[in-house]
């Protein structure tokens, strides 16, 4: 205890953790037999950084050498992961120091479910506890959006479904979660009570006015709708679990402010891809709405939180771009990996806004591309332009990227960059203590979240 900072950095280094004191050491350049170590700053990494590459090219392994610098430096990071082999991975590197900070959220863990509520507000400002309510709600629709697409998930369902979750946030005291969403508009006691409670005036207007005067017809044709929809959902016991706690096992603002380290691994395999996909999108939205209510600290008080998202386009919903274009003066940095620009849409969504792929080379300060195919390698020849060929960059090695970063604002010139493969200081026994205490701590017992939900669902066994 009472050791200085440099006592401390050196007892680091020698506990085999090494310090980059000018950022995060990402790889080397070589150039005529110069070896050249390229470090990666904190202040440009707040820019956002995006990473290309197909399976196999070294994609992964960069990325997971970054986020071990940031577990190592003490920084507090979250990595939401569709595979699990990454968060494994960053896990086993966790130094004994901050085995305490890590939280591991696996979804496949059915006998002690963390609670992830999407309509749970974390600011605590009124003022800003009404702009959360309204984000959260326009999120929530946003997700499903995304899942269930605009042809089935139209206007008008978008219109109940928004108004839903705000009646339920606006429940002071109980609050509540997607799961009871559909409740409200198949079981007219639960409407009446939970409709009591609302203040929001747009909100009492949509059921005093509005759904009052909905045809019996009509509302009898919502109810297979919310069900069909939603009941996967409620039906599946391991999401129900998780999405239908009203307390969610963590603050994520806490989590942010306190530099802790989350791991999310959203391994399809174990949880299925619709589920899986719900989760990471609640996670991206929950995140930014964490960051966004450090308006009520001043700026330099904002710790850097660094979030990792592999597949991203899996969780990106149309606001991606404001989360961009937003994050940076709440100190939320992005690091965004995929396999295929394909996957993030042409150059304009449906109703006008910027696509995920504008919003991403719009705002991304530094682009990396691991092998690619042809038809990217097109793409990204624009972006290297005049500097590199389709040849060049289709023919490159694996574990090596081309990058161009974003320094002080200013864009470098495209060159290339070997990564850095390192085993060290690998220790899977830890990973395994941490895995334990973290559901011990966040995770509740299975019986009481199912006799819980049970009782608020109406369920009766």
Known sequence: EGKTPKQELQQRKIAGFPIFTDGVLMGWNEYRNNKTPIYFTR????RHHYIIGKSGGGKSVFVGYMARQDLWN?????????????????????????????IIFNPADHERPMGLNMLEIIATDPALRAIEKDRAALDATSIFIKIFNEEIFGPRIQHYFR???????????EGGTLIDVPRLFVDDAFMKYK?????????????????????????????????SKFGPFITNTTIRNIIGQPKSAFNLRRVMDD????MVNLSKGMIGDLNAQLLGLIFVSKINMAAMSRADTP???????FLYVDEFQNFATDTFGEILSEARKYHLALIMAHQYIAQIGGSKSKDGKPSIKDAVFGNAGTIMSFKVGAEDAEYL?????????????????????????????????????????????????????????SR???????????????????IVK
């Open 440 to 458: 011990k701590m966040y995770g509740r017992k299975k019986e009481y979240v199912d006799m819980e939900i049970e009782a608020r669902l109406g």
């Open 74 to 102: 003490g920084d507090g990071l979250c990595i939401i992961d569709p595979h699990g082999d990454l968060v494994e991975d960053v896990i086993a590197f966790t130094p004994k120091e901050r085995a305490k900070d890590v």
């Open 163 to 173: 108004n839903g979750c705000l009646t339920l946030m606006d429940d002071e005291d």
């Open 195 to 227: 409709t009591s409670k609302v203040k929001n005036p747009v909100v009492k207007a949509f059921w005093e006015h509005e759904y009052a005067n909905t045809g019996d017809r009509e509302k009898q044709e919502m109810i297979p709708y919310f069900s």
């Open 259 to 262: 530099q802790k380290v989350l």
């Open 299 to 305: 700026e330099e008080e904002r710790k850097d939180f």
């Open 43 to 46: 202040k440009d990494r707040g």
């Open 381 to 437: 020849e624009k972006e290297y332009a005049p500097l590199l060929s389709q040849q060049d960059i289709i023919g490159i090695a694996n574990f090596t990227t081309y990058c161009k970063l974003n320094i002080d604002n200013a864009t470098t010139r495209p060159f290339d960059m070997k990564t850095i493969w390192d085993n060290h200081y690998k220790n899977p026994e830890v990973a395994k203590v941490i895995k334990e205490y």
